[in-house]
């Protein structure tokens, strides 16, 4: 397994391909992600974040050495303190050593013994580590770690509710974030990214015209990961508001629509609707989504789609499952390829060839960008904008709950100026987005919309920090504004 794959594997479980990883996980910052990273961005941050405690680093004789704080108090940071602990052993890490500490989703991606292997070939050899950097909340948290022979590194860490590690992740350390001062700033530094970039910023105070911050070719469609997921939950609202479907309605979850990773409800018979549409927007849950679209109808999100004012809505037809974009980006046998060259009808038969089988595993071709070939979802800021405000008009409020569980791992708000944030993320291969409607303390409404591309997988990810650095910028500035 190359190093690029390793990484798309540790991340799959928690920040769904970001999200869908997200294709995300992430979404993105720690979800992928969905991830994510999916992308990516798994839980909203805690509220009261405990002190921290010094880092466990050592030199090349194994004393301790200064490093950063890991918040010790934390599930992530306990995580992560364990994962250090087992870098800087002297004997090998086994699968003995995960026994108890590992997430069932994690598993899937990625067993203990293939786990162990990886961090003894691609990561020990080239400790001692010092700790340099560390952040993080109640379930997420990247700790940077510069070793004896290489470049720092950020270690990404993600747990569940039970403390289980749900995802592992080491990148190449991502340069320290200026802050912006200025919108101005933003939209420069935001032009000036490595990546292909649509960018779409407005604030509007209570009831008014919304005032253009950021516009950066906010017509034109780009690849969403994760963020497709509004769509889904769009038509499930529609539905329930159509008295098609309730809430509380429970679904069947058939391990012929688990998705990567299986998700929260591996092993469950069923599931709520609500407990469904949450998992999937709070943590980009690629199988909650599947089951989600299989309940409504594919046609009906399609329905959704073009009823949002959707610019172009044959970008998104047929609208695939996150099952079928694993099929179709990294199942081999040319398959991108053919799905690039073929017409809608030529798509759907496509789809229908696929019913059935199964999904690829997250070792299989995972290395290559696949919406430069037509596969993912497309759309512009402004039809994401649109699609945030189909939602908030279908009036519903368990739609705007399940929006605003998660404003994004591991970012600073500053939830007194902004008490609501509703949000969706996304990261695929090469893939990092991000999509936020907040309202502030005063009634003001902040949308903003950033969709990142990039066929450099690598690229893509050193530019994490940059692009969320300058989403909490936006909300600074915007505070004030």
């Known amino acids: 397994m190359n190093r690029t794959r390793l990484y798309a594997a540790l991340l799959a479980a928690a920040l769904t391909l970001a999200g869908c990883q997200g294709t995300e996980g992430s979404d993105p910052t720690p979800e992928t992600t969905t991830p994510a990273t999916e992308e990516t961005m798994t839980s909203p941050p805690a509220e009261d974040p405990t002190a921290p405690t010094p880092a466990s680093t050592t030199d090349g004789e194994g004393t301790a050495q200064p490093g950063a704080a890991v918040d010790g108090e934390t599930p992530a940071g306990q995580m992560t303190a364990f994962v250090l602990d087992l870098l800087e052993r002297a004997e090998d890490v086994t699968a003995a050593d995960f026994e108890g500490q590992l997430a069932p989703v994690l598993i899937a991606a990625i067993p203990a013994d293939e786990l162990a292997a990886v961090l003894n070939t691609s990561v020990r050899p080239t400790g001692p580590f010092r700790v340099t950097a560390y952040r993080g909340t109640q379930e997420a948290a990247i700790t940077t770690i510069e070793p004896a022979v290489g470049d720092p590194l950020d270690l990404q860490i993600a747990v569940d509710e039970d403390g289980l590690l749900t995802g592992i992740y080491f990148t190449p350390a991502a340069a320290a974030h200026e802050p912006a001062t200025s919108m101005g700033e933003v939209d420069e530094r935001l032009a000036a990214l490595p990546l292909d970039v649509r960018a779409l910023i407005t604030l509007a105070p209570r009831g008014g015209t919304p005032e253009v911050l950021v516009s950066q070719r906010p017509d034109d469609a780009a690849p969403l990961a994760s963020i497709f997921k509004l769509y889904v939950l769009l038509a499930v609202a ?7 479907v309730t809430w509380d309605e429970q679904v069947e979850v058939p391990t012929s629509l688990y998705s990567l990773p299986a998700g929260e409800f591996e092993g469950q018979d069923s599931a709520s609707v609500r407990e469904l549409a949450t998992a999937m927007i709070s943590v980009s849950d690629n199988t909650a989504t599947d089951v989600l679209m299989d309940r409504v109808g594919r046609d009906a999100v399609e329905a959704a789609v073009e009823a949002s004012g959707h610019a172009d809505p044959a970008l998104v037809r047929p609208f695939t499952t996150t099952r079928e974009l694993f099929q179709i980006g990294w199942g081999g046998e040319g398959r991108s390829e053919a799905w690039a060259a073929a017409d ?3 798509r759907r038969a496509m789809l229908e060839v696929l019913a ?6 997250l070792d299989e071709g995972g290395d290559d960008s696949v919406w430069d070939k037509g596969v993912d979802w497309f759309a512009s800021p ?3 904008v649109r699609a945030y405000e189909a939602l908030d008009s279908v009036g519903d409020p368990v739609v705007r709950e399940i929006l605003s569980v998660n404003p994004g791992v591991g970012l600073e708000f500053d939830h007194s100026a902004w008490p609501l944030i509703e949000f ?6 090469g893939v990092l987005t991000g999509a936020w409607r907040a309202e502030r303390a005063d ?3 902040l949308t903003l ?4 591309a990039t066929t450099d997988a690598a690229t893509s990810m050193l530019s994490q920090r940059e692009v969320f650095g300058l989403v909490e910028d936006t909300f600074r500035i915007a505070a004030e504004l």
């Open 238 to 244: 529609e539905a329930v508001a159509d008295g098609e």
């Open 344 to 346: 809608e009808a030529g």
């Open 356 to 361: 059935g089988e199964p999904v690829p595993g």
């Open 382 to 384: 402004e039809d994401i």
């Open 424 to 429: 969706k993320g996304g990261g695929s291969v």
């Open 443 to 445: 009634g003001a409404l």
């Open 449 to 452: 919309v950033v969709l990142t």
